[in-house]
């Protein structure tokens, strides 16, 4: 049974974003990235795990979507 529902978990991944999430009682959940946006507006979670930097990223103390530093590196946008 928990290689199935392993299984059906990685296809759920491939077909939408789907993230791991801690909630601030220490549960653990897969969301997608609608429902993460909403979580971290709200505060509704402690921390989610981010796969592109394998880590996991603590709301309010690690930047998160939309709530970057300021960028200091070279322009890289094209000028039309």
Do not use: C
Request: without cysteine; proline residues 4%.
């Amino acid at each position: 049974m928990a290689f199935a529902l392993s299984k059906s978990i990685k296809h759920i991944k491939e077909v939408f974003m789907v993230l791991r999430v801690q909630y601030h009682n220490d549960k653990f959940d897969y969301v997608n990235d609608l429902a993460l946006d909403r979580l971290i507006i709200t505060q509704g979670i402690k921390k989610f795990y981010r796969p592109s930097e394998e880590k996991w990223v603590t709301i309010g103390a690690d930047p998160t979507r939309g709530i970057g530093g300021h960028y200091t590196g070279p322009d890289r946008r094209q000028n039309n």
